[in-house]
């Protein structure tokens, strides 16, 4: 039997990484299990995460973090930014940046006390609770089901097609025609294939259920704060060149490599796409990440997705068609199941691994 110390419970809120590592340069039984144990944990909760996204959607929003997130944000975002426009407002940065560090640090702190105080055996009960916290910190079925929502309401009418979208994306939608409608779906779903679904699992390997959580407040916060401009409406209208700026370039950095890993998914479940023309779409969008998971879309797709006066992605591309949405659902579908068929497969080679190393002792 394998005596679990307080160090060993201690390292389950370190990075699954290290543990790889450990793993990988153990040379005894004693150095090696531990770390495999908690490596199985991770696996297990991606998978479990991902099962109840797929058969319950989100808990309600009495239950759900990233409701308290947003409205904690909100209160606070009406106190950091001004109401009127102030040039080079480097004390609102700094209080802005002050703030979503201390932000950080508590959800960091609440989420590690929660994985920390699970119960660590057995081992399958410890990755199963692990998954039910981490499940709110991702989204997928709520993101396929209102881009589908958007293209069933299309076909009852433009006007109900623009009121759908409104639900999605924050731009004027009065305007657009049924292409430019698709467009923006397209465009959301990619994009948010990459901020609700990989980012998240990209942080917790990297950092477990503390780095997946402070990913989601940086998200969100980018959504709430990030803006460059005016934002609300009446006593809401805030402006957030100053106060946002700090929430906009760190959900920046914690995108920039789940937003190429997602282009890269989409590659391969498609079978491949011109790398260097990606390069040059992903460089024309205001965002130094959204452009690669959208940019990727265009192109498998072969659509041309644009917002204009700002970018246009795979120009060459036609206009987006019902059976182009519908495909770029069916893609994003595939790369989801590529990430259970992922964590699956590691949990039959890390479970083969433990088994010839014990058989060996």
């Not at 401009?229 to 370039?249: L, T």
Request: hydrophobic share 55%.
């Amino acid at each position: 039997m394998v005596t679990i110390s307080w160090w060993d419970l201690l390292a389950w809120s370190f990075s699954p990484l290290a543990w790889l590592w450990q793993v990988a340069t153990a040379t005894e039984v004693e150095s090696f299990l531990p770390p495999a144990h908690n490596l199985c944990n991770v696996l297990m909760a991606v998978l479990v995460a991902l099962l109840l996204d797929r058969l319950w959607g989100e808990p309600p929003m009495w239950l759900h973090p990233v409701v308290y997130m947003g409205k904690l944000l909100g209160g606070l975002g009406r106190l950091l930014a001004p109401r009127a426009e102030i040039a080079r407002d480097y004390k609102r940065f700094m209080l802005a940046a002050l703030v979503w560090c201390v932000l950080a640090a508590m959800v960091f702190a609440i989420y590690w006390t929660l994985q920390f105080l699970l119960p660590y055996q057995p081992w399958w009960l410890h990755g199963i609770l692990v998954g039910v916290l981490l499940k709110p910190l991702l989204s997928w079925r709520m993101l396929k089901d209102e881009v589908l929502a958007v293209e069933s309401a299309l076909q009852q009418s433009l006007p109900a097609g623009r009121e759908r979208l409104s639900w999605l994306v924050s731009r004027d939608t009065t305007q657009l025609d049924a292409a430019t409608v698709r467009e923006s779906a397209i465009e959301t779903l990619a994009e948010n294939l990459s901020d609700s679904v990989i980012a998240p699992l990209f942080w917790f390997i990297v950092a477990g259920l503390p780095g997946a959580a402070v990913y989601r407040l940086a998200n969100t916060a980018d959504a709430m704060w990030g803006y460059p401009g005016w934002r609300g409406q009446g006593d809401q209208r805030r402006h957030w060149q100053w106060a946002g700026k700090w929430a906009a370039r760190a959900d920046d950095v914690l995108n920039w490599i789940p937003a190429r890993i997602t282009a890269a998914w989409l590659a391969l479940v498609a079978g491949g796409l011109g790398w260097q023309a990606l390069r040059c779409d992903a460089r024309v969008t205001p965002s130094p990440n959204g452009g690669w998971p959208m940019g990727a879309m265009a192109q498998v797709l072969g659509v041309q997705l644009s917002k204009p006066g700002v970018y246009r992605l795979n120009p060459q591309g036609h206009a987006p068609r019902s059976e182009d949405l519908l495909r770029s659902v069916s893609l994003a579908s595939k790369v989801v199941v590529a990430q259970v068929l992922l964590a699956l497969i590691a949990m039959v080679l890390m479970a083969l691994w433990m088994w010839k190393r014990l058989a060996h002792v």
